[in-house]
């Protein structure tokens, strides 16, 4: 091949590549804001995504819907008391390795506190869980056992 062809060819697959990763990272922080602390508005949308996804591929109807709204409202509750009023958890687990000897107390008060959080929440979310899981056809359950058991391997795109 001449020089300058294979420059151009070159360059296009590594513009293509460098535009790609660049498209692909810009996404990355709105798809995981609800975990790593982003913003409500990024989590709100996080969360209307997935409920969507969800209903495209399990086909609810509309009670089903509200089901898994009320449950996604659920997660995110439990979510927020579990990390905390304003709260870093990162800068919580940071704090007890903060001096010369690791603060075993407050590991305690933090543990005890996540534990109550979890306590308190769990009975509205099992509560939800049930009530959609519940009001789902015979081939919808089906198909969250399917995608249940291909997460492990394949991630829920499959």
Excluded at 12 to 24: D, E, R, S
Aim: aromatic share 8%; hydrophobic share 35%.
């Amino acid at each position: 091949m001449r020089r300058w062809i294979k420059r151009t060819l070159f360059g296009a697959i590594g513009a293509g590549v460098l535009f790609g990763g660049l498209y692909a990272c810009s996404h990355h922080r709105d798809r995981h804001a609800w975990q790593h602390g982003g913003d409500t508005e990024s989590a709100a949308r996080f969360q209307t995504r997935a409920v969507d996804w969800v209903g495209r591929e399990l086909k609810l109807d509309d009670t089903q819907k509200a089901a898994l709204a009320t449950l996604a409202e659920q997660l995110r509750q439990q979510r927020e008391q579990l990390r905390g009023p304003g709260t870093d958890p990162r800068a919580q687990v940071t704090a007890l390795f903060a001096g010369p000897r690791f603060d075993r107390e407050q590991a305690k008060a933090l543990v005890d506190t996540k534990t109550q959080a979890v306590a308190s929440a769990s009975p509205a979310l099992i509560e939800a869980i049930g009530s959609f899981y519940d009001g789902l056809r015979p081939e919808q359950q089906a198909r969250v056992r399917e995608l249940m058991n291909r997460r492990g391997h394949h991630g829920w795109r499959g």
